[in-house]
Nanobody, 123 residues
Framework: QVQLEDSGGGLVQAGGSLRLSCAAS????????MAWFRQAPGKEREFVAV???????DYADSVKGRFTISRDNAKNTVYLQMNSLKPEDTAVYYC?????????????????WGQGTPVTVSS
């Protein structure tokens, strides 16, 4: 089992940057695929980015070229660097963890979730 704690959200102007962090408990962090999802008010939770246990990476089309996911297994932490932020990026961002062998892009693929960190991008 793993526990996740998201942080790093805040208020930023359009075009700005934020870096989200997700700290994980447990000694098997390196075995997990880690993902970021987001949920805007009134909308369903959507996939943002994933990094597998072997560091294969995938992004949602809406964030490609602007967001970068990375992990530091020594620190049990996954990061989401968000650049060139847009008002439509406003949402609560959640990190998630999975032991599944394949990379998942659906929320149902993930068993463990952080509490979420809000990101607001003003125009």
């Amino acid at each position: 089992q793993v526990q996740l704690e998201d942080s790093g959200g805040g208020l930023v102007q359009a075009g700005g940057s934020l870096r989200l962090s997700c700290a994980a408990s447990g000694r098997t962090f390196s075995s997990y695929s880690m993902a970021w999802f987001r949920q805007a008010p009134g909308k369903e939770r959507e996939f943002v980015a994933v990094i597998s246990w072997v560091s294969s990476i995938d992004y949602a089309d809406s964030v490609k070229g602007r967001f970068t996911i990375s992990r530091d297994n020594a620190k049990n932490t996954v990061y989401l660097q968000m650049n060139s932020l847009k008002p439509e990026d406003t949402a609560v961002y959640y990190c998630a963890a999975s032991l599944a062998a394949r990379i998942g892009v659906q929320s149902g693929d993930y068993r463990y979730w952080g509490q979420g960190t809000p990101v607001t991008v003003s125009s």
